[in-house]
Protein backbone atom coordinates (compact mmCIF):
# COMPACT_ATOMS: atom_id res chain seq x y z
CA UNK A 1 0.00 0.00 0.00
CA UNK A 2 2.58 2.32 0.93
CA UNK A 3 4.63 1.66 -2.40
CA UNK A 4 1.49 2.44 -4.60
CA UNK A 5 0.67 5.87 -2.47
CA UNK A 6 4.49 6.53 -3.47
CA UNK A 7 3.90 5.65 -7.38
CA UNK A 8 0.78 7.81 -7.31
CA UNK A 9 2.54 10.81 -5.83
CA UNK A 10 5.72 10.34 -8.27
CA UNK A 11 3.34 9.76 -11.37
CA UNK A 12 1.27 13.38 -10.25
CA UNK A 13 4.64 14.92 -9.64
CA UNK A 14 6.28 13.93 -13.06
CA UNK A 15 2.83 14.49 -14.95
CA UNK A 16 0.17 17.03 -13.61
CA UNK A 17 2.89 20.10 -13.46
CA UNK A 18 0.78 23.20 -14.98
CA UNK A 19 3.29 25.35 -16.88
CA UNK A 20 3.12 27.74 -19.97
CA UNK A 21 6.73 27.03 -21.64
CA UNK A 22 7.66 30.38 -23.74
CA UNK A 23 9.89 28.11 -25.69
CA UNK A 24 14.15 28.31 -25.56
CA UNK A 25 15.73 31.64 -25.76
CA UNK A 26 18.65 32.88 -25.08
CA UNK A 27 19.76 35.64 -21.69
CA UNK A 28 19.38 38.31 -24.29
CA UNK A 29 16.13 37.85 -25.74
CA UNK A 30 14.13 37.56 -21.87
CA UNK A 31 12.43 40.77 -20.47
CA UNK A 32 14.92 43.69 -18.78
CA UNK A 33 13.89 42.62 -15.82
CA UNK A 34 14.74 38.59 -15.83
CA UNK A 35 17.50 39.67 -17.99
CA UNK A 36 19.05 41.89 -15.56
CA UNK A 37 18.22 38.80 -12.46
CA UNK A 38 19.79 36.28 -14.33
CA UNK A 39 23.17 38.54 -15.08
CA UNK A 40 23.38 39.40 -11.59
CA UNK A 41 22.50 35.67 -10.03
CA UNK A 42 23.58 33.05 -12.85
CA UNK A 43 27.89 33.61 -13.43
CA UNK A 44 29.56 30.31 -13.35
CA UNK A 45 30.73 28.77 -10.52
CA UNK A 46 34.41 28.45 -10.41
CA UNK A 47 34.71 25.02 -10.08
CA UNK A 48 32.87 24.49 -13.60
CA UNK A 49 35.06 22.87 -16.37
CA UNK A 50 34.95 25.93 -18.67
CA UNK A 51 35.96 29.79 -17.09
CA UNK A 52 33.27 31.73 -15.55
CA UNK A 53 31.03 33.52 -18.41
CA UNK A 54 31.38 37.22 -18.93
CA UNK A 55 27.88 39.03 -18.70
CA UNK A 56 28.32 39.78 -22.76
CA UNK A 57 28.98 35.84 -22.74
CA UNK A 58 26.02 35.09 -20.37
CA UNK A 59 23.37 37.25 -22.83
CA UNK A 60 24.54 34.61 -25.70
CA UNK A 61 24.08 31.58 -23.28
CA UNK A 62 20.56 29.26 -24.27
CA UNK A 63 17.76 29.39 -21.06
CA UNK A 64 14.34 28.10 -21.25
CA UNK A 65 11.54 29.93 -18.91
CA UNK A 66 8.20 28.48 -17.63
CA UNK A 67 5.87 30.86 -16.02
CA UNK A 68 4.66 30.46 -12.21
CA UNK A 69 1.03 30.94 -12.68
CA UNK A 70 -1.48 31.19 -9.66
CA UNK A 71 -5.14 30.96 -10.48
CA UNK A 72 -6.96 34.03 -10.79
CA UNK A 73 -3.64 36.08 -9.87
CA UNK A 74 -1.95 35.59 -13.08
CA UNK A 75 2.21 35.29 -12.96
CA UNK A 76 3.68 34.24 -10.25
CA UNK A 77 7.17 34.31 -11.16
CA UNK A 78 9.14 32.69 -13.55
CA UNK A 79 11.40 29.27 -13.72
CA UNK A 80 15.03 30.53 -15.85
CA UNK A 81 16.42 27.02 -16.85
CA UNK A 82 19.33 27.09 -18.23
CA UNK A 83 20.32 24.17 -21.04
CA UNK A 84 24.08 24.52 -22.44
CA UNK A 85 27.47 25.69 -21.37
CA UNK A 86 29.36 26.55 -17.90
CA UNK A 87 25.62 26.08 -16.47
CA UNK A 88 25.29 22.15 -17.50
CA UNK A 89 26.77 19.05 -15.83
CA UNK A 90 25.20 16.40 -18.05
CA UNK A 91 21.61 16.24 -18.00
CA UNK A 92 21.35 18.70 -14.85
CA UNK A 93 21.60 22.59 -15.52
CA UNK A 94 21.60 25.48 -13.51
CA UNK A 95 17.91 26.20 -12.74
CA UNK A 96 17.02 29.66 -11.12
CA UNK A 97 13.50 30.64 -9.72
CA UNK A 98 11.88 33.87 -9.27
CA UNK A 99 8.94 35.72 -7.87
CA UNK A 100 7.71 38.56 -8.96
CA UNK A 101 7.61 41.47 -7.10
CA UNK A 102 6.91 45.57 -7.89
CA UNK A 103 8.19 45.36 -11.52
CA UNK A 104 11.11 43.49 -10.83
CA UNK A 105 12.09 39.61 -9.98
CA UNK A 106 13.55 38.43 -6.58
CA UNK A 107 15.39 35.13 -6.46
CA UNK A 108 13.55 32.22 -4.40
CA UNK A 109 15.12 29.31 -5.45
CA UNK A 110 17.99 27.98 -7.33
CA UNK A 111 19.62 24.50 -8.06
CA UNK A 112 21.08 22.06 -10.68
CA UNK A 113 18.37 20.44 -12.24
CA UNK A 114 17.45 18.05 -15.35
CA UNK A 115 13.80 19.47 -14.77
CA UNK A 116 11.81 21.45 -12.63
CA UNK A 117 8.29 22.28 -12.79
CA UNK A 118 5.63 24.74 -11.11
CA UNK A 119 2.57 21.89 -9.98
CA UNK A 120 -1.25 22.14 -9.44
CA UNK A 121 -2.59 23.96 -6.21
CA UNK A 122 -0.57 26.70 -4.12
CA UNK A 123 1.00 26.13 -0.65
CA UNK A 124 1.03 29.65 1.32
CA UNK A 125 0.51 31.31 -1.82
CA UNK A 126 2.86 29.86 -4.41
CA UNK A 127 2.64 26.41 -5.71
CA UNK A 128 4.96 23.50 -5.32
CA UNK A 129 7.96 22.71 -7.30
CA UNK A 130 8.70 19.47 -8.77
CA UNK A 131 12.17 18.94 -9.47
CA UNK A 132 14.18 15.53 -11.18
CA UNK A 133 17.83 15.27 -11.29
CA UNK A 134 19.34 12.59 -13.32
CA UNK A 135 22.47 10.67 -11.11
CA UNK A 136 23.06 7.87 -13.81
CA UNK A 137 21.29 6.66 -17.05
CA UNK A 138 19.38 4.66 -14.58
CA UNK A 139 18.58 6.52 -11.25
CA UNK A 140 16.57 9.59 -10.57
CA UNK A 141 15.82 11.81 -7.59
CA UNK A 142 12.77 13.26 -7.70
CA UNK A 143 12.16 15.57 -5.29
CA UNK A 144 8.99 18.35 -3.91
CA UNK A 145 9.62 21.84 -3.02
CA UNK A 146 6.85 23.04 -1.04
CA UNK A 147 6.61 27.38 -0.28
CA UNK A 148 6.48 27.95 3.64
CA UNK A 149 5.99 31.93 3.23
CA UNK A 150 9.45 32.56 3.05
CA UNK A 151 11.09 29.66 0.48
CA UNK A 152 10.89 26.55 -0.58
CA UNK A 153 11.96 23.62 1.04
CA UNK A 154 11.93 20.03 0.05
CA UNK A 155 9.13 18.03 1.54
CA UNK A 156 8.76 14.93 -0.63
CA UNK A 157 12.10 12.90 -1.63
CA UNK A 158 12.53 9.75 -3.69
CA UNK A 159 15.09 7.73 -5.84
CA UNK A 160 13.32 6.35 -9.03
CA UNK A 161 15.37 3.21 -10.66
CA UNK A 162 14.72 1.86 -13.65
CA UNK A 163 17.29 -0.90 -14.75
CA UNK A 164 17.33 -2.35 -18.47
CA UNK A 165 15.13 -5.17 -17.76
CA UNK A 166 12.88 -3.73 -15.51
CA UNK A 167 9.43 -3.06 -17.18
CA UNK A 168 8.21 -0.52 -13.89
CA UNK A 169 10.70 1.74 -11.94
CA UNK A 170 11.79 1.09 -8.18
CA UNK A 171 10.02 4.10 -6.43
CA UNK A 172 12.25 4.31 -2.49
CA UNK A 173 10.62 7.58 -0.65
CA UNK A 174 13.91 8.56 1.55
CA UNK A 175 14.73 11.53 4.11
CA UNK A 176 15.35 14.51 2.13
CA UNK A 177 18.96 16.44 2.19
CA UNK A 178 20.16 19.89 1.55
CA UNK A 179 20.86 19.01 -2.54
CA UNK A 180 20.10 22.15 -3.75
CA UNK A 181 20.00 26.18 -2.63
CA UNK A 182 16.69 27.14 -1.52
CA UNK A 183 16.78 30.76 -0.61
Given at each position: MKTKTVIIAISILLFAATVTKAGPETVAELSPELRNALVRDAACSKDSAREPAAPKDLLKSPVDTQEILGPGRGNLGVIAA????????????????????????KLAFTGSFASLHPMKGLRNGYPPL???LQVSDSRV????????????????C????????QKRPSIARHACSGESRPR
Open positions: FTAGCHCQGANCSTYVYLKTAGSYTAKETTVYDWNGKKYQPSLATVTQGPN
